[in-house]
């Protein structure tokens, strides 16, 4: 027996989604259409307005409806200097839910993979270059993700704050708060003993 | 820091769904925007669709496009003369991938829940009562889920059945095959006593 054509088309697009399996998708397509069918549509319009309509901010390329998001339009967070330099628009996320930093972002929407074709450009770094020519950054917070490619990416930046006199720094890597040493991998543990600090010294 | 609308009112849908939780909303969101937008597209093109155009068969109320499903269309399948009555269109696909049954299904899209409101007619009885009446039907098999509103369904449509002079089943329940005794609960170790056959008799 085969479903109905729309039904199969909706259940295979569902499976495409990251975390949604062949199992879930069908309980997703079978949940709406036989509970709620509105909130179907919803999310059907949801999904193509989104698409349509978000783009990225001209100035630190996170998504945006907007030409300037919310952060950059803030002269609060241009003027404190800062800029923080991250992988992705979650990672934006993570760090304003902390709540602790009032400066503003730059968003690579990825990293440097050469082997991907993936260079200094489609990075943006083009663009991260003009503002630290332009001036009025005091520091450029490196906050890629520890892994060799966000190493990789981190590293050349500093190099390109090196070349503009700007003060760069990477976020520091380590045993994360509540986590328990033993269940810590290898290299944050190895980044934990290199970036250790005195706490008292005779 | 305020997501776009579009982005947040995107997530909040997805959140929704049986099986997504926010962390998996935003990581689709994400995806889609930041990889996939033709994807994402086509997945709101593809629910859009389905819960427009998705409708029940009017024989055996499973989902379908047609007035009626494939399975009733098929006079093979009619001239069976046994009808499978099962809860959802998804207990449906579960036996087609058997291969095993060429009947024919009722699917009652739900089952009898009367603090819920849910009685016979909610649950179509009054069109299976009409094909009773019909004639053509040898045996029911009755594969409502073995709850006890699956059981107390069941129950209601056997005397359905003894009232139309219409042969009822009920389909077995016990161990599953590989199943370890073990490991079941109760219940269906229960089930399988009652449900035991004779292999050997001096
Ligand atoms: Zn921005
Ligand atoms: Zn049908």
New binding site residues.
Partial sequence: MQLSPSLTQLIEALRCQPGIGPKSAQRIAFHLLERDRQGGKQLGQALTKAMTVVGH?Q????F?EQA??D??ASTKRQDSGLLCVVESPTDVLAIEQTGQYQG??FVLMGHLSPIDGIGPKEIGLDILENKLQQGGINEVILATNPSVEGETTAHFIAELCHKYQVNASRIAHGIPVGGELDLVDGMTLMHAFTGRRTVSQL
């Avoid at 100035?59 to 996170?62: D, E, L, V, W």
């Fill in positions: 901010c100035s630190c390329r996170t945006t300037q998001c952060i950059c503003v972002y």
